[in-house]
C-alpha cells in the first residue's frame, strides 16, 4: 500500500515595519488551528521593529532588510525579494510594512501578495488616516484588505470593516477601535486564501469562484 501522501501547508511570509500586532493576529490563528498555514519567514525593513520579537518568541525565523543601507529602492527590493523567494510561500502578507513598493516588485507578486489599510479605501489613502477622516467629517471609517498591485493603497478589495465616528472621537481612540477591526479582518482573508477559496483574476477578487463586490465584503461593527 502506498505511502500516503503529506500535503505541505501553505507557506506564507511577513513583511513588517513596526509593532507587528496584526502578524500577533495571524500567528495566533494560525496557532489556535483557524488557519492551517504556516509563517515561514518575518521580514522588517526596520531592525528595531518589536515584530521581529513577537515572531522570534514563537520561533519563526526573522530577518531585517533595512532600506537605509541600500543606495536604491531596486536595490533593497532586489535584496527583499531574495530572502522571500527562498522562502518559497504561497502568500506574502504587509502588515504594516511602511515602504512603497515599485511595479516590479508588486507584479513578482501579483495575486499573492495582501496588505490591510486603515481606512475605508479608496478613501483616505496614505497615511493619518483616522486624523483626516475625523477632519472630513466622516460618518465612517475602517479597514480594508486589499490584494497589493503597482497603485498605492488601490489594489482589488477583499473585506472591509466599518466603524461608526462618534462625535466625541479622537484620532488616538478611533485608530484603536479600527485596530481591533483589523486583528479580525486579515486573519479572515489569510484563511480564505490559504484554504484556496481567495483568488485575483485580473482585477476581480473571487471568492470560492464568485466574483466580489467592487468594495469587497462589508464587516460591520455593530457595538
Known sequence: MAATEVQEKPQ???????????????IEHIANGIIDAEISLVISNNPAAKGLERAAAVGIPTAVVDHTEYDSRESFERELKRHIDAAQPQLVVLAGFMRILTPDFTNHYAGRMLNIHPSLLPEFKG??????????????????????????????????????????DTAAGLAGRVLQ???IIYPIAVKWFCEG??????????????????QGIAHRVTS
Not at 506564507?12 to 495571524?26: D, K
Not at 488616516?129 to 498591485?149: E, L, P, Y
Open 12 to 26: 506564507i511570509v511577513a513583511l513588517i515595519s513596526g509593532g507587528g500586532s496584526n502578524l500577533q493576529a495571524i
Open 127 to 168: 497615511v493619518n488616516t483616522h486624523a483626516r477622516a475625523i477632519a472630513a467629517n466622516a460618518s465612517q471609517h475602517g479597514a480594508s484588505v486589499h490584494f497589493v498591485t503597482s497603485e498605492l493603497d488601490g489594489g482589488p478589495l477583499v473585506i472591509q470593516a466599518i466603524v461608526d465616528i462618534n462625535q466625541d
Open 181 to 183: 477591526q483589523e486583528h
Open 197 to 214: 477559496r481567495l483568488s485575483l483574476d485580473g482585477n476581480l477578487v473571487r471568492l470560492d469562484k464568485q466574483p466580489l463586490p467592487i
